[in-house]
T-cell receptor, first 116, second 112 residues
Framework: GAVVSQHPSRVICKSGTSVKIECRSLDFQATTMFWYRQFPKQSLMLMATSNEGSKATYEQGVEKDKFLINHASLTLSTLTVTSAHPEDSSFYIC????????????FGPGTRLLVL | GENVEQHPSTLSVQEGDSAVIKCTYSDSASNYFPWYKQELGKGPQLIIDIRSNVGEKKDQRIAVTLNKTAKHFSLHITETQPEDSAVYFCAANGGGSYIPTFGRGTSLIVHP
């Protein structure tokens, strides 16, 4: 499988500030990464597909200007929550498709965001 | 698009018992069915998967069965242990898509 890391693991911020979350693929290059959001006791909701060298593809209902995604290299994608509000508090998880068998998703450990 | 239903939402068993979680899907083009285990505060971890050309797959205490005709697949855990307690998600990938559609999850509680 793939090893995926996220940083930070948890963050607390004030309302109105911006928060950056990093997702790294540690053992192979990934031209595509995915960002999910998960509210308590709910399933994973795909937010966007991060594409190396091009714009991210956002799911319906996800504001691209609020959730900025940058796939700066083949091993790093970042998600920036801009002007965060309490309703943005959630568990954010990235995933990387498997090498070869791309249907298999390998998830990072997640980032817990709390906006006060 | 694909729709995945998962039951039950909560499953409580005694240590040593078996646990079964069932999922149905809607898109007949779906051909890849992974199962993920998510422990509290962690990201989901792939535990087993099955492709549409196979009816059953086993890995030690875990097995998955697939009925393509009925469009349902199930996760079977035998000899459950307290460390099996977690939320389990089924998913289905349709027609070569990299993006899975997830079920709503099953919270499995194994009592010692």
């Amino acid at each position: 499988g793939a090893v995926v890391s996220q940083h930070p693991s948890r963050v607390i911020c004030k309302s109105g500030t911006s928060v950056k979350i990093e997702c790294r693929s540690l053992d192979f290059q990934a031209t595509t990464m995915f960002w999910y959001r998960q509210f308590p006791k709910q399933s994973l909701m795909l937010m966007a597909t991060s594409n190396e060298g091009s714009k991210a593809t956002y799911e319906q209902g996800v504001e691209k200007d609020k959730f900025l995604i940058n796939h700066a290299s083949l091993t790093l994608s970042t998600l920036t929550v801009t002007s965060a509000h309490p309703e943005d508090s959630s568990f954010y998880i990235c995933s990387v498709p498997g090498l070869g068998l791309k249907e298999t998703q390998y998830f990072g450990p997640g980032t817990r965001l709390l906006v006060l | 698009g694909e729709n995945v239903e998962q039951h039950p939402s909560t499953l409580s068993v005694q240590e040593g018992d078996s646990a079964v979680i069932k999922c149905t899907y809607s898109d007949s083009a779906s051909n890849y069915f992974p199962w993920y285990k998510q422990e509290l505060g962690k990201g989901p971890q792939l535990i087993i998967d099955i492709r549409s050309n196979v009816g059953e797959k086993k890995d030690q205490r875990i097995a998955v069965t697939l009925n393509k005709t009925a469009k349902h697949f199930s996760l079977h855990i035998t000899e459950t242990q307290p460390e099996d307690s977690a939320v389990y998600f089924c998913a289905a990938n349709g027609g070569g898509s990299y993006i899975p559609t997830f079920g709503r999850g099953t919270s499995l509680i194994v009592h010692p």
